[in-house]
């Protein structure tokens, strides 16, 4: 229900106060926020215990990927195992996305909780003010009219000891700024020193920093996990992923850990949002010292209320328009009189001016709209920001085990997808054989393996030599005989055996046909042609 009038619950705190309360004993317990109660510790205990029970869930399913990854599949590097590992590292990555996510939406509620936080502290730090505001305006104005009694009035008493009318109406001013001085003196709105909205606001704000940066901490150590892991995958660097797993591990610890933590305080703000008044009514008077009427004067605000200050400033204000009174029939009739009276009676006025405009800004700040307006705001800010900034908390640490739950199941059967290190150690001896051969030329012979085997180029007819265990076919009649009518050990050169060398294995060009050769050739055949020798040896 809405105690203020400019504030209303929000639906998230109304159906955050409507969950059940079980205490440790499983029973049923009211939902009255009182913090210091070990009854209702104990329904927020059992609330909390919720993510400790989740994250127990989400070791056995860990574990249980895990024997099966170790355990069943061990060795297994089929064709539906390969599709399956693939599976498991598009799950890993979906996971780490998620995860992402989670980051995201943790990086807003952190965003929201912590402007909630500085509402309530600046609100906090406002009324703070005001009320030293006020305590300072009193204390002005009571030390004011004290100078005056003690030194001008004292003066002007001894001046009109003489003059009976005029003493009398000096002992009146007297006696009427003693009464104010009671009076103001008994307005204060904090009697206990030992707390005050500034206290509380400092402390706030410091526990807020603590907590702003954990948490951006937290989502940083997510973030980099989740980044790392993608490089693992991509690298396929088994050392990276060790080492982000005993991280995830870690972050897994610390989602539902933090789970539990905001789920108890999201719970417990609810409790206090949906009543604020009640609770500050029962339990503040006994720690400051305000009475309950002060505290629903500031609280409630509303125009059928007096305030509890109304009667003290009315007799204040009366007595300080007396005390002008009696001082503007001394100046008209005493200082005609008394001249020597002019310089005290001039100090009073003046102090009197003083007082009256203290006094006036002090019945401005009593008013209960300053200080109302500022309660409004802290309640906006711990209740509206705050509670949402907390939810989206909540959102992400649920999220982000999830996906650290998903992440660490998937894992190692994304390890069995990467090559063994005795398949790597293999692949370089492999390769390390011939250093002379390239790896060009190594692809070259492997795609031509898958081809086929393709005969050298010395194998074809023309080239002039086979070897001995060739595979080639054999060679036309006519070739083979005018092959066998030439001259092997004598080249154009007079290096033996040049032309029995095979193309590939020459170091220069081949050279032109010999006198030689051209005789050999002409005696191979019935009819020489002489015009046919000469164009041969032309060439």
Known sequence: MATVPSYTPSLWVRLCHALPRLDLTMQMKDNTFAPDSWEYQQTLLVLSSASAIALVISLLVVLSFLIYYCCCHRGD??????????????????????????????????????????????????????????????????????????????????LFSGSKPFLVSTRNCRRLSENVINLLSSISLVRARSFSPGWAANALMVNEDYRWLSYVLLLLLDLIVCLFILLGLAKQARWLLILMTVLAWLALFLSWGSLGLETATVVALSDFCSEPNTFILNTTQFNIGTSSDVLDYYLTCSRRMNSPFQQLLTQSQRALSNIHTHLSSLDRNALTQFPKAEKSLRE???????????????????????????????????????????????????????????????????????????????????????????????????????????APFYNYPGAGWTPPFSSAPPLPESVAQSARHRTPNVSSNGNPGYESLPLADRQSPPPSYSPSMLTGYGGSQSHPNPAH???LYSR
Not at 137 to 143: C, G, H, N, P, Y
């Open 348 to 454: 009073v006025q003046q102090i009197l001016n003083a007082t009256e405009g203290n006094f006036h800004q002090l019945v401005a700040l009593l008013n209960c709209r300053g200080l109302n307006k500022d309660y409004i705001d802290s309640l906006k800010g711990l209740c509206y920001d705050g509670m949402e900034g907390l939810l989206y908390l909540s959102l992400y640490s649920f999220l982000s085990a999830l996906a650290f739950t998903a992440i660490l199941c998937s894992l190692p059967g994304a390890w069995r997808s990467f090559p063994s290190e005795s398949e790597e150690y293999e692949d370089s001896d492999s390769e390390s054989e011939d250093p002379f051969t390239s790896h060009q030329a190594r692809r070259q012979t492997s795609s031509g393996s898958q081809r086929g085997a393709m």
């Open 77 to 158: 590097r089929s064709e539906g195992s390969e599709e399956e590992d693939c599976c498991v590292t598009w799950v890993a990555v979906a996971a780490v996305t998620l995860c992402c996510v989670a980051i995201g939406i943790g990086f807003y509620g952190n965003s929201e909780a912590n402007d909630g936080m500085y509402q309530l502290t600046s609100s906090l730090l406002t009324a703070n003010y005001t009320l030293a505001s006020i305590d300072l305006l009193i204390s002005d104005t009571v030390a004011g009219l004290q100078l005056s009694v003690s030194g001008p009035l004292t003066s002007m008493e001894e």
């Open 533 to 535: 020798s000469r164009n």
